[in-house]
């Protein structure tokens, strides 16, 4: 198989094309607290469920920026960590 961009872009490493995957531990844990954070809208709670939200969601772009799959995760990764870089910016 010849190794163009988009098989670089869209393949892993057994020639699958991946562009969605099954949620990691990350990610599930900026789900359950995001949702959770919406049911406990104040106090202390709220706090640290937001504070664990943010975590998740910066390790999991961190984990798809420097080990992700194919070069479109990598994109994700970066994508999501420089959105989340500025909105906690503002």
């Given at each position: 198989m010849?190794?163009?961009?988009?098989d670089?872009?869209?393949?892993?490493?057994?020639g699958?094309?991946?562009?969605?995957?099954?949620?990691?531990?990350?990610?599930?844990?900026w789900?359950?607290?995001?949702?959770?954070?919406?049911?406990?809208?104040?106090g202390t709670i709220?706090?640290v469920l937001?504070?664990?939200?943010?975590g998740?969601l910066?390790?999991?772009?961190?984990?798809e920026l420097f080990?992700?799959?194919?070069y479109?995760r990598?994109?994700?990764?970066?994508?999501?960590?420089?959105?989340?870089i500025?909105?906690k910016?503002q």
């Amino acid at each position: 198989m010849e190794n163009t961009l988009v098989d670089k872009t869209f393949r892993d490493s057994n020639g699958n094309i991946v562009i969605a995957q099954m949620p990691n531990p990350p990610l599930i844990v900026w789900i359950v607290t995001s949702l959770l954070a919406l049911i406990f809208t104040n106090g202390t709670i709220n706090t640290v469920l937001n504070v664990v939200a943010d975590g998740s969601l910066f390790t999991w772009a961190w984990l798809e920026l420097f080990q992700g799959v194919n070069y479109f995760r990598r994109a994700l990764g970066l994508i999501v960590l420089i959105g989340f870089i500025v909105l906690k910016i503002q």
